[in-house]
């Protein structure tokens, strides 16, 4: 029997907030996704931009309104159990964890194949393995580490656009088929959700911030506004240097698009943005991993043994390096699209019950309208269910085994 966990010590400020969310969206996302969502919505492919971004910012205010009212680690286990019932918080937490362990398999993926293509698994494992280390060393120097990578990969994707658009930039590279018809564009729009799914890892991180009912709701939509204008710009840059067909048939898109180009010689920066990128995915979401496995142990959904904050460094070191090490075992046999497909598909889940959470709210607890958490319930459910059929099957079985733990830890409670 393990002692409850102590407090998270509140150490991240507004700034420190913003930037851990960026950090966790202008990741690995953005260099990856949108291959395959080129390929199912052709030259739609910003509209399946601005679709996710819609699904983005209806779960960001759900997000953001809820963790002001919830200040604790966990995100949306904690929101969906106090608003919805246990199970509906327990599905969330094993949406989360499990959909976003494959989330890191897949960024640590990237970030090898960037890196060491032909030695892409054990540079993975060694990416996995430093930042976990950084976690848990504490939460600050997670929030300064992060400032770094967004300020490298901020000027890789900056190089990207301009490189893209020194070669023959073109609209007449662009038509109005589409590839799969509307199914590919609503398809697209929640394979891009992968890369904007980083800014509830403010709300996940919502014990270590200082004053979180004033932080948090500012920092979440502030971070996703950010994003939304980055990918919109690096997205088009790209779509009139290679057009789609050129997207979606390679796995670094953005890499393609800068090697047409005059500067193809230099395409070498932004395969370096790309690994610092996921290297920041890595950083901010094994963070959020780890204290979304330290809520549920505290309530024994999970091991017991998780419950544990380092005495000295305030982290969950524990959830830490047991996220990290499920994350080494899975990269040994990963597939990179298969993964993003099965974690969006986890990601809406939870997202889904942010929004449904956020429903029930009352006049005076909410910040934003009912109707946009109730689009956002929706459009989740949309998206989902529009994913590659793979994803689909893997996401219903994720939610069905979890409904099984779910039944056999309350079997053994009663016990």
């Avoid at 290297?279 to 999970?302: D, N, P, Y």
């Avoid at 019950?353 to 429903?359: D, G, M, R, T, V």
């Amino acid at each position: 029997m393990t002692r409850p966990s102590e407090s998270l010590a509140r150490r991240l400020t507004t700034t420190d907030a913003v930037v851990v969310g960026l950090g966790a969206m202008i990741g690995a996302g953005v260099f990856a996704a949108p291959g395959p969502a080129a390929a199912a919505a052709g030259s739609w492919l910003l509209v399946g931009l601005a679709l996710a971004a819609l699904v983005a910012y209806a779960n960001a205010t759900s997000s953001a309104q809820l963790a002001s009212l919830y200040p604790q680690a966990g995100g949306t286990h904690v929101y969906a159990r106090e608003r919805l019932g246990d199970y509906w918080g327990f599905l969330a937490g094993w949406s989360f964890v499990v959909g976003k362990t494959a989330s890191l398999a897949a960024m640590a993926l990237t970030l090898g194949a960037h890196v060491a293509p032909d030695a892409a698994r054990p540079v993975a494992v060694a990416a996995v393995v430093a930042m976990a280390t950084v976690n848990v060393l504490g939460v600050e120097k997670t929030a300064r580490l992060s400032r770094v990578i967004v300020s490298l990969t901020l000027a890789a994707l900056a190089f990207a656009v301009v490189a893209a658009l020194a070669g023959d930039p073109s609209p007449t590279r662009l038509d109005a088929t589409l590839p799969t018809g509307p199914y590919g564009v609503l398809q697209a729009g929640g394979l891009l959700f992968f890369a904007f799914a980083g800014y509830a890892r403010l709300a996940t991180l919502g014990e270590e911030v200082r004053d979180p009912t004033v932080t948090i709701p500012k920092a979440i939509p502030l971070a996703l506004g950010i994003v939304v204008v980055v990918y919109a710009v690096v997205l088009s840059a790209a779509l009139l240097a290679v057009g789609p067909q050129v997207l979606a048939a390679s796995p670094a898109p953005l890499v393609a698009a800068v090697e047409a180009g005059p500067l193809g010689a230099l395409a070498g920066v932004v395969r370096g943005g790309a690994a610092i990128a996921a290297a920041g995915v890595l950083l901010s979401l094994l963070a959020g991993v780890s204290r979304t496995a330290l809520s549920m142990a505290r309530r024994r959904e999970l091991p017991g043994v998780l419950d544990a904050v380092h005495p000295r460094r305030r982290t969950p070191h524990r959830a830490e390096l047991t996220a990290a090490a499920l994350v080494c075992a899975i990269l040994l046999v990963a597939d990179l699209r298969g993964a993003i497909g099965f974690s969006s598909f986890a990601v809406l889940t939870y997202y889904a019950l942010a929004n449904a959470s956020a429903w029930t709210l009352r006049d005076d607890e909410r910040r934003w309208p009912r109707g946009l958490a109730a689009g956002g319930v929706a459009l989740c459910v949309v998206l989902a269910f529009t994913l590659p059929g793979v994803a689909v099957v893997g996401g219903l079985v994720l939610l069905s085994s979890g409904s099984l733990v779910w039944v056999a830890t309350r079997s053994r409670h009663r016990t």
